[in-house]
């Protein structure tokens, strides 16, 4: 096993990435997986932001998947070295630091877990120059060239779980919430179709911009004059959590139910146990998911960062899974060239945390998980097998 460790710091990087020239991206700008030196991969994290409480364990998450894969050999006979980015930056700042990572660091590979305005903003800026892999839930339909998304869809999380709800909890009216950017708005366009299907009535919509300096009382009330069967809540980190307390706090956690489709157990933590009565959730991935794949995953991140590690969540895991996803696909390849890549990604199979899984149409299909909060622990109620991600890309 080796103990090389090629390590880079924030301060030192983003010095480095402010300072440099900016180049001019030359078309078709493709680099070989077999080039001497590292295996470069930049993450894009939010280590700033709203959603900056899930900075630490996806970094964590990311360096166990590397320290794993530098002792097997790394990816195509390289060691991997990480090179860390903000993506907790405004879009436009984010994707002009991912240029500058392709073009002057010259990276291997790009892996994002952040927001999608972010990610349209890299998408743009990269032209497809240099493989980038999206892992965190999202709103589907990125089918951009040489762009791979790992990600939960609309398609898996909200139609299964909403169409079990209806069945569970009798919902008839519903009322939606999130934050005003491209993941609520185009998750809710979906999710109108699924509430439609079951015979479901919208009766109140509204966004609120990201970090919105209040406690939710005005769309909390606006909720309670409404009385909705259930809301469908698309607000990201701290936003989430101040609304469902201030939810609870009103005492509707007791008349009307509520489901979230960017709740794991960071913001469960953060929402209190006292506030989540009524309270769903629906992804991929939850900590108590009970298999052989997934007790090795957490021993050795146990091993690893001891007990003051980062709590588990699917916005975390997912930068592990995308980790071998990466190597997976830039091996099967035979390097980083941009379309035998895309095909090499054709029924591709990869491995997880909680087990291998494969991609189509440059998405996963996944089982998915339907849960009901308990205090701030996820209770499973429901397991959906193999839910199709409803992508097309070719």
């Known amino acids: 096993m ?32 077999n080039a001497a030196g590292p295996f470069k991969i930049a993450t894009v994290f939010p280590l700033s932001g709203p959603a900056s409480l899930f900075g630490p364990t996806q ?19 390289r060691l991997v070295q990480i090179l860390p980015a903000d993506g907790g930056a405004p879009p436009a700042e984010a994707a002009k630091v991912a240029l500058r990572l392709m073009l002057r660091d010259k990276v291997d590979l790009i892996l994002g877990s952040h927001n999608s305005a972010v990610r349209e903003a890299i998408v743009a800026k990269l032209k497809g120059g240099v493989p980038y892999v999206y892992t965190p839930l999202y709103e589907g339909g990125e089918c951009n060239p040489n762009v791979y998304v790992t990600a939960d869809t609309p398609q898996q999380q909200v139609q299964p779980s909403i169409t079990e709800l209806a069945k569970r909890l009798g919902s008839k009216t519903y009322y939606l919430i999130g934050n005003d950017y491209v993941w609520p708005h185009k998750v809710n366009a979906q999710a109108k179709n699924y509430i439609a299907a079951v015979g479901g009535k919208i009766i109140g919509e509204e966004y609120l911009p990201l970090g919105a300096p209040n406690k939710f009382e005005d769309a909390v009330t606006r909720i309670k004059a409404k009385m909705p069967d259930l809301v469908v809540i698309t607000l990201v980190g701290g936003d989430q959590i101040n609304f469902n307390r201030t939810f609870a706090g009103f005492g509707l956690d007791k008349s009307i139910k509520r489901i979230s489709y960017l709740l794991e157990e960071l913001t469960i933590q953060g929402i209190g146990a006292k506030n989540t009565a009524g309270l769903f959730s629906a992804m991929s991935y939850f900590a108590n998911v009970d298999n052989p794949a997934h007790r090795k995953f957490k021993a050795n991140y146990k091993k690893m960062f001891g007990a003051k590690a980062p709590p588990l969540s699917s916005i975390g895991t997912d930068t592990y899974s995308g980790m071998y996803f990466a190597k997976a696909l830039v091996e099967k390849a035979g390097g980083t060239n941009a379309g035998k890549l895309m095909a ?51």
């Not at 964590?60 to 894969?69: G, Q, R, S």
């Not at 945390?353 to 089982?367: C, E, I, Y």
Request: with cysteine.
């Open 2 to 33: 080796t103990k090389r460790k090629i390590a880079l710091t924030r301060r030192d990087f983003v010095a480095g990435a402010l300072g440099a020239t900016a180049l001019t991206a030359a078309p078709g700008f493709i680099r070989s997986a």
């Open 59 to 77: 970094t964590a998450c990311a360096k166990l998947a590397v320290a794993e894969i530098n002792a097997a050999g790394g990816i195509a006979g």
């Open 344 to 394: 090499a990604a054709k029924d591709l199979t990869y491995r997880t945390v909680t087990g291998p899984a494969t991609m189509t149409n440059r998405h996963v299909v996944k089982d998915m998980f339907l849960a009901e909060c308990k205090g701030t622990n996820f209770n499973i109620v429901k397991t959906f097998k193999a839910v199709p991600h409803g992508q097309t890309c070719s």
